[in-house]
């Protein structure tokens, strides 16, 4: 769970790299980072934080140049260390090699042994610099040969930006897990970047996906394009039920309208009685509205989110993540008193959330609270970098619907069915990774599992 963000340009890009890592701050809030190529050498400025926290007037002066990357992380492989911030710089065979990473290896553990054993030594503790020490070991004077031997040892999920000299490079896995998009504007600026959001906030058109296994590099010649492998997509559809922003297309589906459709689908699948339905803002909003509008109850407003937290997921302590729920939503106790309430949530995963919620939206006078989850049990840790817990923690891995009902304190629960799920899409269903929800995991991860 990160966001990457790439620029080619003609004039100086460290604003939009900045701008555009604003726009995927969602993506990550544990560090950001940015480094620039400036025509002679890489720039580089980066530290635990959020992006608006990261970087000032006296940064970008620093930062100039015309070529960069730009990185936010959401620690899923490694600690949560300034030394893990990304982007990553390396020097080697008088070459300075800058990268930055979304997604998560399955081998890196056994290639790092591997590189240890032959006398290298790691800056961090993270999956992302196998990548970068086996560019710069296997680079012999052409970049994108490195790329491919690269890719021919590293297995599982990866999206990554890569800067070498005045060269954008950019690879995503064959699999596809995690999402990639380049643009162009009129003028000749490249963007390639997590989501289109900054594609389209900094402005570029012909926005497309970068395909799974492509290799692209930018330089001054323009676009050129490559491939490792044959097309294996395994799109993670996680990105769609939660992570990505709402207004994101990935790889032909758009979020906004796969939340509200697996709104509408669950209604028909599971249809309640009730006054009021309401969303848990803001991954659950779209659901909540298609939910209402095929079932004909109302839509309202009844949780208040504190926009400014960050993320109660990832916090230490059961305690911490309940009171991290409290404060970032507060049950509106005028529109809930007396009503029979139809909750819409993107997910559930520890069951934290939901439980917290049903008892103060019962505690504010909710005389029945129906939870409606847009996205099957959640029952299997994903290793491709959606940081969901050990099975022990997923609350569906261990408890039927009945029993996960009773523990949330709901007066009725129900997930959609898969099938409801993949239809939303309106894709084939074999173009996604639904390992989370049914373990079946495409990129063997023997190497994590503990
Ligand atoms: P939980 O409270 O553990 O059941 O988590 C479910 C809630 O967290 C839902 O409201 C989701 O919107 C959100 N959520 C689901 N998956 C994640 C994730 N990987 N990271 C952060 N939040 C998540």
């Given at each position: ?15 939009k ?6 726009s ?76 930055a ?118 330089d ?17 559809i996680?990105?769609?039920?939660y ?73 230490p ?13 507060n ?56 940081d ?17 009902r009773?523990?949330?304190g ?21 173009v ?19």
């Amino acid at each position: 769970m990160c966001g990457v963000i790439g620029i080619h340009s003609q004039s100086d890009v460290s604003k939009k790299l900045f701008y555009g890592l604003n726009s995927l701050q969602h993506r990550g809030q544990e560090a950001s980072g940015i480094c620039v190529y400036d025509g002679e050498s890489m720039v580089l400025e980066k530290g635990m934080g959020l992006v608006y926290d990261n970087f000032d007037d006296e940064s970008f002066l620093k930062l100039s140049g015309n070529i960069g990357i730009g990185h936010v992380r959401y620690a899923t492989a490694g600690g949560s260390h300034e030394y893990n911030s990304q982007p990553l710089l390396a020097f080697s065979k008088n070459k300075e090699f800058a990268l930055a990473h979304n997604g998560n290896l399955v081998n890196h553990k056994s290639i790092r042994k591997e590189l240890e054993e032959e006398g290298m030594l790691f800056q961090t503790s993270i999956d992302t610099e196998v990548i970068l020490s086996l560019v710069a070991k296997f680079y012999e004077g052409d970049i994108i040969e490195a790329v491919k031997k690269t890719m021919a040892r590293i297995k599982g999920a990866y999206s990554v930006v890569m800067l070498f000299e005045d060269k954008l490079v950019a690879f995503r896995d064959p699999n596809g897990f995690r999402p990639l998009l380049i643009g162009e504007s009129q003028k000749g600026e490249v963007i390639i970047a997590s989501e289109n959001a900054p594609l389209e906030i900094i402005g570029t058109d012909k926005i497309r996906d970068v395909k799974p296994s492509e290799i692209i590099l930018v330089d001054e010649n323009g676009i050129h394009s490559d491939f490792y492998e044959k097309d294996n997509r395994e799109h993670c559809i996680f990105e769609y039920v939660y992570f990505a922003r709402t207004d994101a297309t990935l790889d032909g589906v758009n979020s906004y309208n796969f939340r509200r459709r697996c709104g509408e689908i669950l209604s028909k699948e599971a249809p309640v009685e009730a006054d009021l339905v309401i969303a848990v803002p803001d991954s659950g909003t779209p659901g909540a509205m298609g939910y209402a509008q095929e079932s004909g109850i109302p839509f309202a407003e009844g949780l208040v989110k504190n926009r400014y937290m960050g993320r109660t997921f990832i916090k230490p302590t059961p305690e911490e993540r309940e009171l991290s729920v409290k404060l970032k939503l507060n049950p509106l106790e005028t529109v809930l008193k007396d009503k029979r309430i139809v909750v819409v949530d993107d997910s559930i995963v520890r069951g934290t959330t939901s439980k917290n919620l049903i008892m103060r939206m019962k505690k504010a006078g909710a005389k029945e609270v129906h939870m409606r989850i847009v996205s099957p049990p959640v029952k299997y840790p994903c290793f491709y970098g959606i940081d969901t817990p050990s099975r022990k923690n997923l609350i569906a891995a261990n408890y039927s619907v009945e029993e996960i009902r009773e523990k949330i304190g709901a007066d009725s629960l129900a997930f959609i069915s898969m099938d409801g799920m993949l239809g939303a899409t309106g894709l084939k269903e074999d173009v996604f990774c639904k390992s989370c929800f049914n373990g079946n995991y495409a990129v063997e991860p023997k190497e994590l599992i503990v």
